[in-house]
């Protein structure tokens, strides 16, 4: 299959699988030889978090053009659920790369559900009203998992929203959630390789979604409601099927930061962190899925590198942050960057068609 036989979107696809593993392998060499510091390495998966969760709100953001920002509860939600699966099962299924895919699952299935459930009466909303009640919906998530009590022993799973005491554990019991404590001693199983790799099958997933037919359908609603119902596409349905993709893998986003640290605190996913998201997204581009990816890199980064002068670090962030907003809305400088981009491409092609005779 020749590179310039592809379609544009595909050849788009392609380009951000090659460049992705072409950092990995790049991350994967440095940190083998020692070059890393601990900042970094201690990183690399929230990097790949962040990623995920940026791409999958690229879907209802840019995709289908509704303003939502609820990510931070999906995010809750699946880090809670998967944290659960690994503590029920950890010892019943002792070998780690079958509970861990397991619990990453379990944690995007039960956002994707709350997904749907939220999206049948939010979504009939539109712009900044559904912007709000997005925004309730997480900073709810958040307040019920800081207040609730959750344990089981012998005689099953004990819930409660009061203290810990009501839960009248028997002496085999044991804590899952302990109210504003949260989740302790999760097992730390996420690692750079598997979050890496969840991050190629988001890519997947999303550039696979936005080419199908399904994916067609919802850029026609987000362009023309009005021209797309008289066509006979059902737009309930199509908003549910992405609202309930992106919380899917918002969901896998939580169960990988879950599974990060040993401890989880329900207080992390405050509005902040939804606010931080759509931030990845903008400046990344609406509709941009590679955008998505750098920019929630380059921003996540940034404030970290720049600890050494914390006097001054926010302001540089701040400058950041102004300066990508400009740039990225310029038309010379997309101008200048697409025609660079192209240079590259074919020189990519030529010598990848060049070693390609060389070796027949």
């Given amino acids: 299959m020749k590179l310039n036989s592809l379609k544009p979107q595909t050849k788009k696809s392609f380009t951000t699988y090659f460049l992705l593993i072409a950092v990995f392998d ?167 390789i598997i979050a890496f790799a969840a991050l190629m099958i988001t890519l997947i997933i999303c550039y696979n979604f936005i080419n199908s037919r399904t994916g067609r359908a919802v850029m026609s609603i987000r362009d023309n409601p009005i021209a797309a119902e008289s066509v006979g596409l059902n737009i309930t349905k199509y908003k549910l099927i992405t609202f309930g993709l992106t919380a899917f893998l918002a969901g896998i986003g939580g169960a990988l930061y879950s599974h990060n640290y040993y401890s989880l605190q329900a207080s992390k996913f405050d509005y902040n962190l939804s606010i931080l998201i759509l931030v990845f997204v903008v400046l990344g581009g609406i509709g941009n899925i590679r955008g998505s990816v750098i920019a929630a890199v380059v921003l996540t980064l940034i404030p970290e590198l720049l600890r050494s002068i914390s006097n001054y670090r926010m302001l540089i962030y701040a400058i950041v942050l102004i300066a990508m907003m400009i740039l990225t809305n310029n038309s010379r400088v997309k101008a200048y960057i697409s025609f660079y981009a192209d240079k590259t491409k074919e020189l990519f092609v030529r010598n990848f068609a060049k070693q390609s005779k060389e070796v027949k």
């Avoid at 509704?66 to 809670?80: D, T, V, W």
């Fill in 26 to 192: 790049i991350i994967q060499i440095l940190n083998g030889t020692g070059n890393f510091s601990y900042l970094i390495e201690g990183l690399l998966v929230p990097l790949c978090v962040y990623s995920i969760l940026a791409v999958s709100l690229n879907l209802t953001v840019g995709i289908l053009g509704q303003l939502s920002l609820g990510q931070a509860g999906f995010m809750c939600i699946g880090a809670y659920a998967s944290a659960m699966f690994s503590h029920a099962t950890q010892e019943t299924i002792s070998q780690v790369y079958i509970r861990f895919p397991l619990a990453i699952v379990v944690g995007g299935i039960f956002a994707a559900i709350f997904g749907v459930l939220i999206g049948i009466p939010v979504l009939r909303l539109k712009g900044d009203y559904l912007a709000i009640v997005t925004l309730a919906f997480g900073e709810i998530i958040k307040n019920v998992f800081a207040a609730l009590y959750v344990g089981y022993d012998s005689d099953g799973l004990h819930i409660s929203l009061t203290s810990q005491s009501d839960l009248n554990l028997a002496s085999d019991g044991k804590m899952l959630i302990n109210g504003a404590l949260g989740v302790n001693n999760t097992p730390n199983d996420s690692t750079f």
